[in-house]
């Protein structure tokens, strides 16, 4: 995010949310957000339902009334305006095209209500920039998901918004063709330079497609960063879970050694890096929670006495017993109960042929190098309940 | 949209003023009619009063006639059900490109005046008609007539509101899933197993919706009684408020307390059977 | 109620893949029964057009008092096709139909619309109270509509000089069209995507805009199709009308009252006239839609 932003111009049209809130009743569906979005560039929203990530779409769409807190958009404060005064557009999810008016009256819409002279210029020309041009006369039950989505983005863009937000644009088509639209959702973005907002409960779209990902939770923020940054380094066990797949052990602090922090798992003693602690502060005899990203674990296998190298960075937790074994041609997945931890996951890749293949029931032990983990707070939830299978498909580093 | 508060009453405000006074003050003021008195020694004039001498005579001479009017609403609502389904469930689910014309034929009787349709129904049924006639041949016609009985009434009741039964009983089945149908199909196998447990309970709200539209008409009408039914046996409690406010002088009251009672019965019997079976398609 | 106006789409979607097909026994149950609905439903078909039958063939009798019983001496007549305002009052009765049904048909319409919005679209005090206001006409017998307003008319209006006549007849019209108008419109409103609403504004239409660009026409079907049940409902109404119309006559109680004295065959020209122009519309507004589908279709190739 940082990267982008343009300090030149004093963010000149950064969206910013200011201490946004939305209670519906009692239910605080957005809790005091606070958020920067730079200009230009491509910003994601994620959670799981009911998060609050659409309905902070429509409050910067403006078909929701905050009830506290500002938008902003460069200099100009929209908190109040209608959705029809805002530089804003939205491709909606499952698209709400106008089934009276055909693609090109659609896109036509919005040129039109604002009195442009060449309005008619300008659809040919988003319609050309999304590839729909040959089926400009068409109507829109006519359409096929993806030709309806890409109407909906020219419908939207058109106008040459400040921000553009997509609320989950993706979600109603199969997985092929999400894929090649995100690559095309990408390039569109380039080519026009307009700020994306983008919400999605899919982590594998918004890390793909996204400058800067925010994960929400629960009305509010659990994290901010680029795409590797939230993956390399979640801060909380909701992002760790949401976002591909993570190993946890509970731990209980022991004390510090220069940049380390010392923890104890079981019987075994590992280490974290004081920079990769949520809680890089806490003080001994405080609970923990040490995570691990299963493609960073090593299995050593106690039949052939084999052993974690010693010395180094190593860590190392065990023995273990094998669960479950499947192999899905790069790599192999092992399903791992480490008592008194839980079931934990490695994957290794399938680098060589080895003669003498892991059986279920076998002993292992797990390590790692100890600047590949991370420390989050020992009174932290994860998020596994909330993430669902679906969520779970095809993320980075997850091979299945 | 939601913050501007007075606009629903604004866009309620004409319509209901409507309703307001040409709905609910003609009740009342039919209600404050059946207490009413005549005026002694002046026919056709009343005063004002709690006379419930109305009542015991609209419920004492008249039993007869609400008994008839819930017996033959009662039945043409059966009748038109059983001929109104096979109707519905074909031209929503067996009528293929045919569907728009067969709703446009269910449709196009309405616009032939119903008074015209019902005169002929009493010509179709007369004595030395077709029907009446193979039926006598048959000796399937004890009182070797079918006009001027209750036969006729029910019949032409059926008639006149077989359309009311129809078009709601096919809007409900029309939103009926058909995969949900082919479902039922792949679990049970059988069609008939498969219409009983999955389409008739799924078509309820149109049925529910079709019945009331065709018994509350059918109960109060007493076009068909006039014109099929005969003089004495048949009447029903319409033809008797129609008689006493147009032929009877200082019937007002009477009548008044006539229409009172079946509006009320009609409101118990369509809250029973609301309470039975939901409201939820109605309102 | 909404089932008049509806215009079914195509038939939706195709179906997962064939089931294995069942034995030939199963097949043939199968077989047989959907022809003996179809049956059915032919004959019932039939048997609601037989008195629309009846009212053609004896608008060509050539009666000599009442035309009710075909007279089989003389040879049938096109002389009432040739003359149909031939019989006193028939044709004045028909233009007051027309009449009474245009007028309750616009102002039922554009009041019961009002309310469909507003009980769709908002949330208010009292509503249910109004939906029950709304759905209690549709529950009272026309013949208590009927008495109830004849005696308001003669006993309560008569001092603001409230006579029985035209204007009464199209007051009680508007009265008992509009709890259909509302629910006819009302299930179009509801099933209209609220995002549609919300895409409009988001691209710069104003509340005003949205309503004439998105709004009504994507309920104008409904709208249209409340207007034509209003229309008919107006149109053959006998009823109420008796109760109100004082010296006004309708197409309806013309021929109720000429009934009892002999019935013109001018009255079966007037009202198979009305079924057939009624049904030719129908189908032209039908043949209209789906010709605009089938353009639109061969455009897109």
Do not use: Y
């Given at each position: 995010m940082r990267r982008n932003r343009r300090s030149a111009t004093g963010g000149g049209g950064d969206l910013h949310l200011q201490a946004l809130t939305k209670r519906f009743g009692s239910f605080?569906?957005?809790?005091a957000l606070d958020l920067r979005v730079p200009q230009g560039s491509f910003f994601a929203l994620l959670g799981?339902?009911?998060?609050g990530k659409s309905t902070t779409l429509r409050m910067v769409a403006g078909l929701e009334t905050p009830t506290a807190g500002r938008i902003r958009i460069g200099e100009s404060?929209?908190?109040?305006?209608?959705p029809f005064d805002r530089p804003v557009n939205t491709v909606f999810q499952s698209y709400?095209?106008?089934?009276?008016?055909?693609v090109r009256g659609n896109v036509e819409f919005g040129p039109r209500r604002r009195k442009v002279a060449d309005a008619a210029a300008q659809a040919q020309a988003a319609l050309e920039l999304v590839a729909m041009d040959h089926l400009a006369?068409?109507?829109?039950?006519?359409?096929s998901g993806g030709q309806a989505q890409r109407v909906a983005l020219a419908r939207a863009l058109v106008n040459r918004p400040e921000v553009l937000l997509l609320d989950e644009?993706?979600?109603?088509?199969?997985l092929t063709l999400r894929r090649r639209m995100q690559g095309e959702l990408k390039r569109i973005q380039h080519e026009v330079g307009i700020t994306f907002v983008h919400v999605t409960h899919d982590q594998e779209e918004a890390m793909s497609l996204a400058d800067t990902v925010a994960v929400m939770n629960a009305g509010r923020i659990e994290q901010m960063g680029s795409p590797t940054a939230l993956y390399d380094l979640p801060r909380t066990a909701f992002v760790a879970g949401f976002l591909g797949r993570t190993n946890l052990a509970d731990g209980t602090i022991l004390g510090r050694d220069g940049d380390w922090v010392v923890v104890q798992v079981g019987a075994h003693r590992v280490w974290l890096d004081r920079a990769r602690?949520?809680?890089?502060?806490a003080p001994a005899r405080s609970a923990v929670r040490v995570g691990i990203r299963p493609e960073k674990l090593r299995l050593h296998r106690v039949a052939l006495g084999e052993e974690p190298p010693r010395g180094g960075f190593t860590a190392a937790l065990g023995p273990a017993t094998v669960v479950d074994i499947s192999f899905t041609g790069v790599s192999t997945e092992y399903a791992l109960d480490l008592p008194g931890i839980g079931g934990w996951r490695v994957f290794e890749q399938n680098l060589d042929i080895e003669d003498e293949d892991l059986r279920p029931g076998d002993e292992v032990v797990v390590s790692w190098d100890s600047r590949h983990a991370f420390g989050l707070s020992g009174r932290d939830e994860p998020a596994s309940s909330s993430a669902t299978e679906e969520d779970l498909v095809g993320a980075p580093g997850v091979i299945r | 949209m939601k913050r501007r508060t007075w606009l629903p009453y604004v866009l309620l405000a004409p319509g209901l003023a409507w309703l307001a006074v040409f709905y609910l003050a003609p009740l009342v003021q039919l209600a404050s009619v059946s207490l009413q008195s005549p005026f002694p020694g002046y026919p056709g004039y009343y005063y004002r009063n709690v006379d419930v001498g109305n009542y015991v005579t609209a419920l004492g001479s008249f039993g007869a006639h609400f008994g008839r009017s819930v017996l033959y609403a009662a039945l043409a609502t059966v009748f038109a059900f059983a001929l109104a389904y096979p109707l519905a469930y074909a031209v929503a689910?067996?009528?293929?490109?045919w569907r728009n014309l067969m709703l446009v034929a269910i449709m196009a009787?309405?616009?032939?005046?119903f008074i015209l349709r019902t005169i002929a129904w009493r010509q179709i049924l007369a004595d030395d008609g077709f029907v009446a006639r193979t039926l006598g041949v048959l000796h399937l016609l004890p009182g070797e007539r079918?006009?001027?009985t209750w036969v006729a009434v029910v019949a032409g009741l059926t008639y006149t509101f077989l359309p009311f039964m129809a078009l709601p009983i096919y809007a409900g089945l029309e939103r009926v899933d058909p995969r949900l149908i082919e479902a039922g199909t792949d679990l049970y196998a059988g069609a008939f197993t498969t219409f009983r447990t999955v389409t008739l309970p799924l078509s309820m709200p149109g049925v529910l919706a079709g019945t009331l539209l065709t018994f509350i008409p059918a109960a109060g009408d007493y076009v068909n009684a006039e014109l099929?039914?005969?003089?004495?046996?048949?009447?029903?409690v319409g033809n008797v408020i129609e008689s006493q406010f147009?032929?009877?002088?200082?019937g007002y009251p009477v009548a008044a307390a006539l229409s009172i009672v079946l509006m009320g019965l009609i409101l118990v019997l369509v809250g029973a059977y609301v309470r039975r079976f939901g409201t939820k398609e109605l309102v | 109620m909404s089932g008049p106006t509806h215009v079914p789409g195509s038939t939706g979607p195709s179906g997962p893949a064939p089931a294995p097909v069942p034995p030939a026994r199963v097949r043939l149950a199968q077989w047989l029964a959907d022809r003996a609905v179809m049956a059915t439903a032919i004959a019932v078909l039939a048997y609601l057009f037989l008195p629309v039958a009846y009212t053609f063939a004896f608008s060509f009798n050539d009666y000599?008092?009442?035309?009710?019983?075909?007279?089989?001496?003389s040879s049938p007549t096109l002389e009432h096709w040739a003359d149909?305002?031939?019989?006193?009052g028939v044709c004045e009765a028909l233009i007051t139909s027309l009449q009474v049904g245009l007028l309750s048909t616009l102002v039922a319409t554009v009041l019961g619309t009002m309310i469909a919005f507003g009980l769709v679209r908002h949330t208010f005090a009292g509503r249910r109270a109004a939906e029950v206001l709304v759905f209690l006409p549709m529950a009272t017998p026309e013949i208590v509509l009927g008495a109830s307003l004849l005696t308001i008319f003669v006993?309560?209006?008569?001092?603001?000089?409230v006579e029985l006549g035209f204007a009464t007849v199209v007051a009680a019209h508007v009265m008992f069209a509009l709890s259909f108008v509302v629910v006819t419109v009302r299930a179009r409103v509801a099933s209209l995507d609220p995002r549609l609403e919300e895409a409009a504004m988001d691209l710069y239409a104003g509340p005003v805009e949205t309503f004439w660009r998105v709004t009504l026409p994507l309920t104008a079907p409904g709208i249209l199709g409340a207007a034509l049940l209003s229309f008919a409902l107006s149109f053959d109404d006998f009823i109420i009308t008796n109760f109100v119309s004082g010296d006004t006559t309708t197409f309806p109680v013309f021929v109720y009252v000429s009934y009892l004295r002999g019935i013109p065959a001018q009255a079966n020209v007037i009202g198979f006239s009305m079924f057939v122009v009624a049904v030719v519309l129908v189908l032209l507004g039908q043949a209209l839609v789906s010709g605009r589908a089938l353009r639109t279709r061969r455009s897109r190739r």
């Open positions: 605080t569906a957005v809790d799981p339902s009911g998060c404060d929209v908190t109040a305006s209608r709400a095209l106008f089934p009276h008016l055909d006369a068409a109507r829109p039950a006519q359409l644009p993706l979600a109603a088509l199969d602690c949520a809680e890089p502060d | 689910f067996k009528a293929g490109r009787p309405f616009l032939t005046s079918i006009t001027e099929l039914g005969s003089d004495t046996g048949t009447k029903m147009f032929r009877v002088l200082g | 000599t008092k009442s035309n009710i019983v075909w007279n089989a001496q149909p305002c031939g019989a006193p006993q309560g209006f008569s001092r603001f000089g």
